[in-house]
């Protein structure tokens, strides 16, 4: 598929990938994937061809970089939103630290930030899911983006 999508696709897309097993810089429906690799599995049914290399990464590569890569590659790839406006089917980014830099993402998939929504993602030691976009998600909760391309 390309250009342009619906936001039901986004979701429709994300959801395909339920189920699939965390797994360290993997990007596989039903096989493996973590956090970005869900984005980039979602990209790649919706707008073909991912649009950079993936460099390698370590689990704690926001620790030890201290640079923003996620959010810097999200700015050249994606449409930013403001968070308060951020809608299914929008890319997240959150920080687990408010100094570090942001490290794991979700698409949003109901709701709101910061208003009872829901998001699927993927994490250490949990396959990729659907959840409660709680307190807890939300306080952390630092960027928003929309694929390129969405029709609403």
Avoid: N, Q
């Avoid at 009872?116 to 250490?124: K, L, P, S, T």
């Avoid at 709680?134 to 306080?139: F, I, P, T, V």
């Amino acid at each position: 598929m390309s250009a342009p999508f619906r936001r039901a696709d986004i979701l429709a897309e994300a959801r395909a990938w339920l189920g699939t097993p965390y797994r360290h810089r993997a990007s596989v429906k039903g096989e493996g994937a973590d956090c970005l690799g869900l984005v980039r599995g979602v990209w790649r049914a919706l707008l073909g061809p991912e649009p950079e290399p993936l460099p390698p990464y370590a689990p704690d590569w926001a620790e030890a970089g201290k640079r923003e890569t996620l959010a810097d590659t999200a700015f050249r790839r994606l449409v930013a939103v403001p968070l308060d406006e951020a809608r299914p089917g929008d890319v997240l980014l959150f920080r687990f630290r408010p100094h570090l830099p942001a490290k794991h993402a979700a698409l949003l998939s109901a709701g709101a930030v910061g208003g009872g929504g829901m998001m699927i993602h993927a994490y250490d030691g949990a396959a990729v899911c659907e959840s409660h976009l709680g307190r807890w998600w939300s306080r952390r909760c630092a960027f928003a983006f929309a694929f390129p391309g969405v029709a609403d």
